[in-house]
Structures are given as C-alpha cells and as structure tokens.
C-alpha cells in the first residue's frame, strides 16, 4: 500500500493537467497531444519534488504501453486490405523512406541512429504516438527525455500546419477525392488532423484519409519489434532481440477487432482511453523533460523532422500521381 501511495501525487498532478488539456482541445479545437504537452512544460518546475517522480514515471511507461495497445482497437485488417495492393505497398514504402530519411539526416548532422528512427518514425507513423512508443522501446539511454520532448514539440507543430496547408497544396494541383485522401492520409502526421485534413477536402478524401491513416497506425506494431529487434546485445536492459509485449498486444487487440467480435460501444470506449493514456503520457514527459538540454538542442533536430516530412509529402505525392487512381 505504501508503494501504491507513492504514486498518487505524481498521478493526480498528471490527471490534473490531462483533464486541463481536454477541455482546451475541446472548447478550442487544439490538438490534444499539444495542449498536454504544453501543459506538461509549464508544470516542469514542479518536477523538483521527488515525491512526484514515482506517478511520473508510471504515467510516462506504463500508461504509453497500455495507451499503445488500446490503439489497436483503431485497426482492422480489414481495412487494411481494402486499401489495395498498390496503395498498400506504396504506403509501406512511404514508412520506409522516411524513416530511412530520419536516420540518414540525423547521422549527417551529428546525431545517432537512434535520434533518427525517433524522429523520422513519428513522421513516418503517427506523431507524438509513434514518437512515444518509439522512445520506450528505445530506452532512456538512446532516446532520452530532452530528445523527446523536442521531437514531440516539433512534430506537433508540423503536423497542426500540415493539416492547413496540405488541403490547400492539394486542390492547387486539382487532385481528385481518392488521390487527396490518400496523401492526406499519408503525410500528415497525427492521426487527428489527418483526419480533419481529409473531411475538410471532401467526405470521400477524409474515408481514403482514415484507411491510408489507420494503415500507417497499423504498421507502428512491426516498426516497433523490427527498431527492438536490431538493438544492439545488451542494450536497453536485456541480451538480445525481444519484442515489447505492448507490440504483441496490440497486434492481438487489433486481430480481435477484426473478427467484428468487439461491440462498437466497447471499442468507442477503449479508443477514447487510448487517447487518455497517450495524453497523459505527453503530459508526464513535459513534466519530467530536462528543460535547459532542451533549450541548447539548437536547430538542427528541427532540420532532422522538416525534411523527412518533406520526403513524406513527396513521396506521397509521387504515389498517388503513379499507383492510385
């Protein structure tokens, strides 16, 4: 009882700025993953407080895998399926290339490899989701509290002008409803303003928008063993290739969602406490990150990010214009 008393100032704290942050993207239309984490940094000098750290950490480790495992609720193979061969393998591709981007960018300008993936991962995937699965199987030690912080910040920045530019870019080279859904769905990188990208070009963009979306959520599971699969012997805390059990779980919960057995009531709840596990995540990362090695990591993580979502756009762009109709 006494181990378990030691987390609730840290939670309540958590929950606290959670809450906060949904009634700012409610009543405001921003995006929820931004507002706790900027909350989360606002309350960072209150991380001095070591009665704090336990319920920090918990929420910042165990709530992101538990978070990344409700994700699968969002993803049916079914719909995968439906996307068709040709868009399937050029969303595949699209992953691939702009992970590759973050890794290759990231080395040039004198950073490892692990910065990379983390960067290019979460343009490549889903954004701060992909960017805080990443990190936890990564570890601390490759992917530290400052690297995330900033690769949360930037993409979330990236991702709410993307979601305003990216319609506009596509009805200026008069794209049809099913090549705009599918690099809207493509390119942007968090699921929400993906999403909204979409509705707001046509009902149709904003279907193709979901599938294509939800196929890139789906791959985050395979991404995730393979980054754990090639960590070095020894790192991160064990001596050879394991994968996560969060990644096997959210391949269960999402084959389960497809046999259709899940009631749409049941999966609508576990999907919004995915959204509240991630969040309050976000918001126990903004409270933990070591704020001056945030404010002397100069520009060029912010480079790392930009181009590989230029690489994403581009190459979205380029598959629809060859392989969707």
Same mark, same amino acid.
């Given at each position: 009882?006494?181990?378990? @008393? &030691?987390?609730?100032?840290? =939670? +309540? /704290? $958590? #929950?606290?700025?959670?809450? *906060?942050?949904?009634?700012?993207?409610?009543?405001?239309?921003?995006?929820?993953?931004?507002?706790?984490?900027?909350?989360?940094?606002?309350?960072?000098?209150?991380?001095?407080?070591?009665?704090?750290?336990?319920?920090?950490?918990?929420?910042?480790?165990?709530?992101?895998?538990?978070?990344?495992?409700?994700?699968?609720?969002?993803?049916?193979?079914?719909?995968?399926?439906?996307?068709?061969?040709?868009?399937?393998?050029?969303?595949?591709?699209?992953?691939?290339?702009?992970?590759?981007?973050?890794?290759?960018?990231?080395?040039?300008?004198?950073?490892?490899?692990?910065?990379?993936?983390?960067?290019?991962?979460?343009?490549?995937?889903?954004?701060?989701?992909?960017?805080?699965?990443?990190?936890?199987?990564?570890?601390?030690? @490759? &992917?530290?509290?400052?690297? =995330? +912080? /900033? $690769? #949360?910040?930037?993409?979330? *920045?990236?991702?709410?002008?993307?979601?305003?530019?990216?319609?506009?870019?596509?009805?200026?080279?008069?794209?049809?409803?099913?090549?705009?859904?599918?690099?809207?769905?493509?390119?942007?990188?968090?699921?929400?303003?993906?999403?909204?990208?979409?509705?707001?070009?046509?009902?149709?963009?904003?279907?193709?928008?979901?599938?294509?979306?939800?196929?890139?959520?789906?791959?985050?599971?395979?991404?995730?063993?393979?980054?754990?699969?090639?960590?070095?012997?020894?790192?991160?805390?064990?001596?050879?290739?394991?994968?996560?059990?969060?990644?096997?779980?959210?391949?269960?919960?999402?084959?389960?969602?497809?046999?259709?057995?899940?009631?749409?009531?049941?999966?609508?709840?576990?999907?919004?406490?995915?959204?509240?596990?991630?969040? &309050?995540?976000?918001?126990?990362?903004? /409270?933990?990150?070591?704020?001056?090695?945030?404010?002397?990591?100069?520009?060029?993580?912010?480079?790392?990010?930009?181009?590989?979502?230029?690489?994403?756009?581009?190459?979205?762009?380029?598959?629809?214009?060859?392989?969707?109709?």
């Amino acid at each position: 009882m006494a181990h378990v @008393r &030691a987390h609730f100032p840290g =939670l +309540t /704290l $958590v #929950l606290l700025g959670t809450l *906060a942050a949904g009634f700012l993207s409610d009543h405001y239309g921003a995006p929820l993953t931004l507002m706790a984490l900027l909350i989360g940094l606002a309350l960072n000098f209150l991380s001095v407080d070591k009665r704090l750290s336990p319920g920090l950490g918990f929420a910042s480790k165990s709530l992101l895998r538990w978070g990344i495992v409700l994700v699968g609720v969002r993803v049916t193979f079914g719909q995968i399926v439906a996307l068709g061969p040709e868009a399937l393998v050029a969303v595949i591709a699209i992953v691939a290339v702009t992970i590759a981007t973050g890794i290759v960018m990231a080395r040039w300008l004198g950073f490892d490899a692990a910065f990379g993936t983390l960067a290019g991962g979460s343009v490549a995937i889903c954004g701060a989701s992909a960017a805080m699965a990443l990190a936890t199987t990564l570890g601390e030690k @490759r &992917a530290g509290q400052a690297q =995330l +912080t /900033l $690769v #949360l910040v930037v993409i979330s *920045a990236m991702s709410a002008t993307a979601m305003v530019l990216y319609p506009i870019l596509a009805h200026l080279l008069h794209l049809g409803d099913y090549r705009a859904g599918f690099v809207l769905g493509a390119a942007i990188h968090d699921v929400a303003q993906s999403l909204g990208a979409g509705y707001s070009y046509s009902t149709q963009a904003g279907e193709i928008a979901t599938i294509v979306k939800l196929t890139r959520v789906a791959l985050l599971a395979p991404v995730l063993a393979i980054v754990a699969a090639f960590l070095p012997r020894g790192e991160a805390g064990h001596g050879g290739a394991v994968i996560p059990w969060f990644v096997v779980g959210f391949f269960l919960l999402a084959g389960v969602n497809s046999l259709g057995v899940i009631p749409q009531t049941l999966a609508m709840s576990a999907e919004k406490l995915a959204s509240g596990f991630l969040a &309050a995540a976000v918001t126990a990362t903004g /409270l933990r990150s070591p704020l001056p090695q945030l404010l002397t990591a100069g520009i060029r993580p912010v480079i790392i990010i930009l181009v590989a979502t230029l690489v994403a756009l581009g190459a979205s762009l380029t598959a629809a214009l060859l392989f969707v109709r």
